[in-house]
């Protein structure tokens, strides 16, 4: 049973416009979410993150978006950039739980073309 | 570049045999995590070390185990090796054993035969 979901697993975009992905969660417990990206032959890298207080959360060309009731979040990504081609992964995590395990999405992989 | 750093990069082994992987923290971080990610599917929580002691894990078998040690390093050990074990292992640190961010290293990719 998978409590994180990635449903699309690539997303082609244009150099400058933006990229939009999603992430779906069933875990009511889930009280912080990360957002990875990952290059081949390297290790995920934190992008951004967003508590469950909050319903949007912004670092410069990076927004994810947080819709509690749908328990549904996106990670907006304005302009898009050839660099950013990479998986993401959506990541969950219950802070409460005493340690903090991240239950991940299947990724999506991102092609931002010149 | 994430100061976490885990070797080797690369392993072959056979069926049933035994593998020890390594994983050095980011400097300052007491907490260790290990994933195992198969081809094609994110990253899957096995355990966690905080402070030296397990403190989490998740739905592997007792053939998967762990140790950390003073300086924070830690190993994962995984026993009577099944072709399904095939897969990148990843370690993360964090500070603190809730709360914070994890911090992965590049991984190990296991090849059983």
């Known amino acids: 049973d998978q409590q994180v979901k990635q449903n699309s697993p690539s997303l082609s975009v244009q150099e400058g416009r933006i990229s939009i992905l999603n992430c779906d969660y069933t875990?009511?417990?889930?009280?912080?979410f990360l957002w990875y990206k990952k290059y081949p032959a390297e290790g995920p890298t934190f992008l951004i993150s967003?508590?469950?207080?909050?319903d949007k959360n912004e670092d410069g060309r990076f927004t994810v978006f947080l819709n509690k009731s749908a328990k549904h979040l996106s990670l907006h990504i304005v302009p898009s950039q050839p660099g950013d081609s990479a998986v993401y992964f959506c990541?969950?995590?219950?802070?409460?739980?005493?340690?903090?395990?991240?239950?991940f999405g299947k990724g999506t992989m991102l092609l931002v073309s010149p | 570049e994430t100061g976490v750093t885990q070797s080797p990069t690369h392993l072959i082994k056979t069926r049933g045999q035994q593998v020890t992987l390594r994983c050095s923290s980011q400097?300052?971080?007491?907490?260790v995590s290990w994933y195992q990610q198969a081809l094609g599917q994110g990253p899957q929580f096995i355990f966690q070390?905080?402070?030296?002691?397990?403190?989490g894990r998740g739905n592997f078998p007792p053939r998967f185990s762990g140790l950390q040690f003073p300086n924070y390093s830690s190993e994962l050990n995984v026993n009577a090796l099944e072709l399904d074990d095939s897969a990148l292992y990843l370690c993360?640190?964090?500070?603190?054993?809730?709360?914070?961010?994890?911090?992965f290293g590049a991984g190990t990719r296991l090849s059983v035969l």
């Open positions: 993360a640190s964090s500070w603190g054993s809730a709360k914070n961010i994890q911090y």
């Open positions: 875990n009511s417990m889930f009280d912080y």
């Open positions: 967003i508590s469950s207080i909050k």
């Open positions: 990541a969950a995590s219950d802070r409460n739980s005493g340690y903090s395990t991240l239950t």
């Open positions: 400097s300052g971080h007491n907490t």
């Open positions: 070390y905080y402070r030296e002691e397990e403190n």
